[in-house]
C-alpha cells in the first residue's frame, strides 16, 4: 500500500519567517495529495490539497508544490503566524482507492 | 453549513464493554470514512462506506470492530470487547460524489479511553 512520510517531525520559526514542510509517498499511481491542519483537540482541517495534473497551488500564504518525478510534495506557509501553530499532516490517495494514507504529522510552532 | 459531528467526544470505557461510537456526515455527502488516530500517530484508516454499502472495510483491525451506514448518513462504528489497545480517538470524515469524492471533511473525533 501507499507509503508516506513526512520531514521534519517538529518545525520552530520565528513568526513572519516562512515554513516549508516535505512529504514524500510510494505509490506512483497516488494523485490527490491534501494538507490538513489539526489543533490540540480537534479534527484535521483541509487547508489546500492538489491533484497530480498541475505542480503548484497556492491560497493566500499557503502555497502546495507538487514534484511526480521525485514523487514529494511540499507545503509552503509564507508570513506565520502565532495562529498558524498546529500539527500538519500531509496524505495521497490514489483513483479508485478513496482511502487517504497520512504521514505522521509535523508539529509547527511559530514563536511570537 | 453544518460540518461533520460525532458523538460522544469523549468515552472512557473498562475493558471488556462494548462501545458504539456515532458520526453525522454533511448532508448529501455520498461518501463516509472512519480513521483512528493513536498518541501522536497520524490517521489510519478503518473503513469507507459509499451509501450504505462498504466496498473497503480492509482497515478494521480486528473481527470486534463493525459498522454499518443507515439511510445513505449516519454512520455507527462498534467495537464490542474493547481492548486498552482500542484507546484513540476515532475520526470519522464525509466526501461529496462526482469529481470531488477524494476530498474529505473531517469531524471532530470521539476520544476513547478503555481502562
Known amino acids: 500500500g501507499e507509503n508516506v512520510e513526512q520531514h521534519p517531525s517538529t518545525l520552530s520559526v520565528q513568526e513572519g519567517d516562512s515554513a516549508v514542510i516535505k512529504c514524500t509517498y510510494s505509490d506512483s499511481a497516488s494523485n490527490y495529495f491534501p494538507w490538513y491542519k489539526q489543533e490540540l483537540g480537534k479534527g484535521p482541517q483541509l487547508i489546500i490539497d492538489?491533484?497530480?495534473?498541475?505542480g503548484e497551488k497556492k491560497d493566500q500564504r499557503i502555497a502546495v508544490t507538487l514534484n511526480k518525478t521525485a514523487k514529494h510534495f511540499s507545503l509552503h506557509i509564507t508570513e506565520t503566524q502565532p495562529e498558524d501553530s498546529a500539527v500538519y499532516f500531509c496524505?495521497?490517495?490514489?483513483?479508485?482507492?478513496?482511502?487517504?494514507?497520512f504521514g505522521k504529522g509535523n508539529q509547527v510552532v511559530v514563536i511570537p | 453549513g453544518a460540518g461533520v459531528s460525532q458523538s460522544p467526544s469523549n468515552k472512557v470505557t473498562e475493558k471488556g464493554k462494548d462501545v458504539e461510537l456515532r458520526c453525522d456526515p454533511i448532508s448529501g455527502h455520498t461518501a463516509l470514512y472512519w480513521y483512528r488516530q493513536s498518541l501522536g500517530q497520524g490517521l489510519e484508516f478503518l473503513i469507507y462506506?459509499?451509501?450504505?454499502?462498504?466496498?473497503?472495510k480492509s482497515g478494521l483491525p480486528s473481527d470486534r470492530f463493525s459498522a454499518e451506514r443507515t439511510g445513505g448518513s449516519v454512520s455507527t462504528l462498534t467495537i464490542q470487547r474493547t481492548q486498552q489497545e482500542d484507546s484513540a480517538v476515532y475520526l470519522c470524515?464525509?466526501?461529496?460524489?462526482?469529481?470531488?469524492?477524494?476530498?474529505?471533511?473531517f469531524g471532530p473525533g470521539t476520544r476513547l479511553t478503555v481502562l
Open positions: 492538489i491533484r497530480s495534473n498541475v
Open positions: 496524505a495521497a490517495s490514489r483513483a479508485g482507492n478513496n482511502r487517504l494514507a
Open positions: 470524515a464525509s466526501s461529496p460524489g462526482g469529481g470531488r469524492r477524494d476530498t474529505q471533511y
Open positions: 462506506f459509499q451509501g450504505n454499502s462498504a466496498p473497503d
